[in-house]
């Protein structure tokens, strides 16, 4: 079983829906949890960092933790086509980076 | 502009041939990082470097070699020993101060195609 799991998708929705991403993982030591964008044939660029668990909030995307039930979750809000890519989860165990596998989503004007 | 800087974007390698890809950097970071990308399966960390002139393996370090004399270099060589080399490489940094725990920044990636 993988430390992080994440739905590959693709999720294809209409311009202007929410997009709702999540991960599950198994290891309580994670405490820092990290959601990443990646364009076709790019590296990943960091979207939103945070510690604990609750929300928190950054224009249209908004991270969420649960570490009692080890699950985060991304949320984008007025979806736009740019928005178009695979968004990876990632998580950290002292210094130690983990990966969820990512999610390809595809925003339909 | 501060980044990280891989080449080639794209290498093609014969059965039986090393190959070696670029990375470099001009954040000043310590921490440097060498991934590997399959499709579905996320990145796997191949060989990281804290300092210079230090490296520690990953958890896929079979068949890779890696050097850091400079702080702004960290150049990945994938060997004759390497079973499945074809893969998207990518190369990524952090500062040692946080060690990485607010996020890594990542080059553009190499794809390296065996033919």
């Known amino acids: 079983q993988k430390e992080v799991e994440q739905d590959p998708g693709p999720l294809s929705v209409p311009e202007g829906a929410i997009v709702s991403l999540n991960c599950t993982y198994s290891n309580s030591a994670f405490q820092y949890f990290m959601w990443y964008r990646q364009y076709s044939r790019k590296g990943p660029e960091l979207l939103m960092y945070?510690?604990?668990?609750g929300n928190k909030e950054d224009g249209r995307f908004t991270a969420q933790v649960d570490k009692s039930s080890k699950y985060i979750s991304l949320f984008i809000r007025d979806s736009q086509p740019s928005d178009s890519a695979t968004y990876l989860c990632a998580m950290t165990a002292g210094n130690k980076l983990t990966f969820g596998g990512g999610t390809r989503v595809l925003v339909k004007p | 502009d501060g980044g990280i800087t891989q080449s080639p974007k794209y290498l093609f390698r014969k059965e039986g041939q090393n190959v070696t890809l670029s990375c470099e950097q001009n954040?000043?970071?310590?921490?440097m990082y060498w991934y590997r990308q399959d499709p579905g399966q996320g990145l796997r960390l191949i060989y990281y470097?804290?300092?210079?002139?230090?490296?520690q393996k990953g958890d896929i370090a079979e068949g890779y070699s890696v050097s850091r004399e400079k702080k702004e270099s960290f150049p990945l060589t994938v060997t004759s020993a390497q079973k499945n080399p074809t893969a998207f490489y990518l190369c990524?940094?952090?500062?040692?101060?946080?060690?990485?725990?607010?996020?890594?920044?990542f080059g553009s990636g190499t794809r390296l195609t065996v033919v």
């Open positions: 470097s804290q300092i210079v002139n230090d490296f």
């Open positions: 945070t510690y604990s668990s």
């Open positions: 954040l000043n970071h310590d921490a």
């Open positions: 990524a940094s952090s500062s040692s101060w946080d060690r990485g725990v607010y996020g890594y920044t």
